[in-house]
């Protein structure tokens, strides 16, 4: 039986800040266009993390009077800090001798949840149709190749894949043109990009762990407007990686960690580092005697211009962190994201109305100003495979002196999986037991992030061989899955391999992690995952 199937000109699978923006612009330009956004989490915003240090170019490009229309953009930036951390000591490094590209003072702290939902607010004020609770689960293709539209998932069947009581069909959603925005390594993304071809030619694409913690303190240890950012300590100089201490409105601080996901020891924990990294006397002044009120965690594409695959193919576009137009050196993605949905836009109002083909994207991509700002910064990240030291000093011989126009481009060796070392060829680390009041185990953490999966459903991290994870992984990396998992998904109990996917914060971690790529990660029944609130 075929499924009940609705029509749009365009369905956009994601309502992230690229996705909603290409949304916007659409129907800016051409009121008449009809469009639909597919969101899988409960409501718009539920799945958004970010640290969030916001610069404004492209709201401003797309909502000129965003501030009189009341955007939850309010705290300035008015103070930089940059740490580097021995393990007792710190040094500040003199902001005025921070490359342009990290400065901020311009900028905003804020919610980029809460901005998502405002930006919703405007979408379906012009007309723009948005279904939250309603993963895409599958790519429509047409006879010839080119993308039809997305289907959502059924929903309402037991774990084993039999129909309950509850049981409703997926529907399908046709379109002239599908835009991807699902974020950070989209599952729909990653089965296109293998299916075109999108990354040929390109360097393997690279990957972060990124943790948030929200915190309220008292008014002494609160400054509003200061950014603070940190590297060194606890990691080693071989790992990629460093904090943001962000005072944002309301005595609240946004807390967090970021590790490279080629990281190479395979007993590291990055949970349990950004844990650590809070103990340090300078981090540790500035939490005592608050609440821990939200958690998080999310995957961020590292890779740049490098990795960034070809963002179309018949029948659709793939954008923002879905394709990776992060810039990993400003720490920030959300303005680049934004900016590749609206010059999507842009170019699929030309492609419906006078049939010009979708491959025009990649040629306004490359003349627009987040491409410029991804190509200045294309050395910044393969600079730290020589270590932490060797990185920064590159980085501001190429960011100060050369302001990124070096006359050469580094690359990424290999992808992230391919980096961990044997298990018996590596030291084992010991992380302190959690305090339960600067630093938290990963039970009280993945409750706090409102996490959710209706009962007896089918598991939704898929492994393509059962039997790899104890007769390979564990002999050989004794499985990290246990360890780079940051809401302990996976465990090892008497020599069996256990899912606990209720926990799952879609973070997509093993999906990019496991050394073998053998866990797939798939949208598990509407509405399921985290609840994050003004992450």
Known sequence: MSREAMEYDVVIVGAGPAGLSTAIKLKQIDPNISVCILEKGSEVGAH???????????????????????????????KEKFLFLGKSKSFSWPTWLLPPVQKNHKNYIISLANLCRWLAEQAEKLGVEIFPGFPASEVLYNENGSIKGVATLDMGLDKNGHKKDTYQEGMELHAKVTVFAEGCRGHLGKEIIKKYNLDNGKNPQQYGIGFKEIWEVNEK?????????TTGWPLDNKTYGGSFVYHAEKKQIYIGYVIGLDYKNPYLSPFDEFQRFKTHKDIRKILEGGKRIAFGARALIEGGIQSLPKM??????LIGCDAGTLNMTKIKGSHTAMKSGI???????????????LSIYEKKFRKCWAYKELYAVRNVKPSFSWGLILGII??????????GKLPFTLKHKHADHKSLELANETKKIEYPKPDGKLTFDKTSSVYLTGTNHTENQPVHLKLKDPNLPINYTLKKYDEPAQRYCPVGVYEVQQEKFVINSQNCIHCKTCDIKEPSQNIIWVAPEGGGGPKYGNM
């Open 343 to 357: 010059v999507a836009a842009e170019t699929i109002v030309e492609n419906i109305k006078n049939k010009t083909d």
């Open 394 to 403: 590159f980085t501001g011989v190429d960011q100060i002196l050369f302001r």
């Open 221 to 229: 240890q609160h400054e509003e407007g200061l950014v603070m950012h």
């Open 48 to 78: 958004i993390l970010s640290g969030n240090v916001f610069e404004t170019k492209a709201l401003d490009e797309l909502l000129p009077k965003w501030q009189e229309e009341g955007a939850p953009v309010k705290t300035k930036v008015s």
């Open 312 to 317: 179309y193919m018949p029948g659709g576009l």
